[in-house]
């Protein structure tokens, strides 16, 4: 990043939030910038996320951590998500070590946040090690106060309607 | 798409309407999709928005129409904007009546309306000649009441904070 590196969060319960991440990727690629794109409780083998493929493809890397959720999976015991989000950390923060991104987003921290899989001055931490040059999006809904205070720029994502409402289901393409 | 089409809005103050159109257009063209994705009251020659040429390369079809706007540039007369943003919609007439595409994203042409260089009537119009199939995204601040009433998603992007604010200029590869 040829700017200084500031740390964004796009929380909210309407649509929008991990697509403007993923324009914000697709941006800063079309600008030659380096872009690591890491998401938290997706599970690309169940949903085939088709953004992460098109990421990759165009020069991003891109990596799936801490694919459960015990809210999704009541087999799922929330001690071990809370295992997997912290080896989520121990990864970024060797990210953080390389210095070879110019923009990382952690798509869906704000639910491991929101579920109580990792406290928020963990992740304000990790943030705190980042180099001085790159920029950090954070996406998902409930991000903690704490977080807002710390980030630079914060977008609320507000659902004044979505077609789940009227019994609609996630259609391909558009919300996977 | 594979699926119905609904109509999207993306409105509010805040970062995020633009790169959320974006991050789903590359969601759809992950999937094989067709996207066609026009922008108004941009223009690419000065800023060379870099999600474009990213958009181009990876199958879509990019339009940059009614580039200029009143308010930006005090020498354009409204009147003018009008005449353009007019042959605008009459552009989208033909793409809807091509029935090529399965995802059609109109980046700021909520700015059209709030500009008044637009009514809200004339895009709800044409809106209402969409083949079924066909998902349109419609982006920028301002989205009257009654375009809001018509469509099936939206989403309110709140600004909680920017960077502008602090007086941080416009950063290449994040805000164009």
Not at 43 to 52: A, F, L
Not at 56 to 62: F, I, L, P, R, S
Not at 130 to 136: F, R, T, Y
């Amino acid at each position: 990043m040829k700017s200084i590196g500031l740390i964004q969060v796009y929380t909210g319960d309407g649509k929008g939030k991990t697509t403007a991440a993923v324009g914000l990727a697709i941006r800063a690629l079309g600008h030659g910038f380096k872009v690591c794109y890491i998401s938290f409780h997706k599970n690309p083998e169940k949903w085939g996320y088709s953004e992460h493929a098109v990421l990759k493809k165009n020069g991003a890397d891109v990596f799936a951590l801490a694919g459960k959720h015990s809210l999704c999976n009541k087999r799922v015991h929330a001690a071990s998500v809370r295992e997997d989000c912290l080896k989520g950390l121990g990864f970024i923060k060797e990210i953080l070590k390389g210095k070879k991104y110019d923009l990382l987003i952690i798509d869906e921290i704000n639910i491991s946040l929101r579920g109580g899989y990792l406290k928020t001055d963990e992740v304000i931490s990790l943030l705190q090690e980042k180099p001085p040059d790159l920029e950090v999006v954070l996406t998902g809904r409930g991000a903690p106060v704490k977080l807002i205070k710390f980030a630079d720029l914060v977008s609320r994502i507000k659902k004044v309607k979505h077609p789940y409402d009227k019994s609609i289901k996630r259609r391909k393409g558009i919300e996977y």
